[in-house]
């Protein structure tokens, strides 16, 4: 966003977004999973944010196409080897609507630097706890963490 002018309806999507991460990531905790609904939601009001910061169709709307597009290939990938949950994959790949490419860049290597911590966290937990087989982790945990991280970069990083 740099210096341009924030609007109020770019602010109550940013909110919105920012309270679906949450939810996100404390259903992941608690259940492990991630509702296709809330993944579906964040997917529908990216053309909200779309209109919201004036996108235009070409390139514009073209692009946050093709970012969701690649993302879904690269997770699905990971997901078809067992290293990834299905509504992880769901999750980043509407989160691909909301960013532009250097934005995406930043929120992988957040994401994945979130990751570890939530793996070891995770890996502790299951040894602590003296549990038999893999631990699951949370890893939509990570995910909303960047993405809220890079909700945070619009308003707050104005030099970027």
Known sequence: MGTAEITIPQIILSLLLAAALARAAWTD???RTIANRLNIAIAVAAPLWWWATGLGLWPGVG?????AAVLLLLFGAVF???AMGGGD???ITA???WFGVR???ELLTVMALAGVVVTLCAVVGHRVARREGRPEVPYG???A???LWMIGQRYLNQFG
């Open 80 to 82: 078809a080897i067992g």
């Open 29 to 31: 905790i608690a259940t």
């Open 63 to 67: 692009v946050q196409l093709l970012i």
């Open 145 to 147: 963490f960047a993405g």
């Open 95 to 97: 989160l691909g609507l």
């Open 89 to 91: 994959v769901k999750l």
């Open 103 to 105: 934005e995406i860049v």
């Open 141 to 143: 945990v990570a995910i």
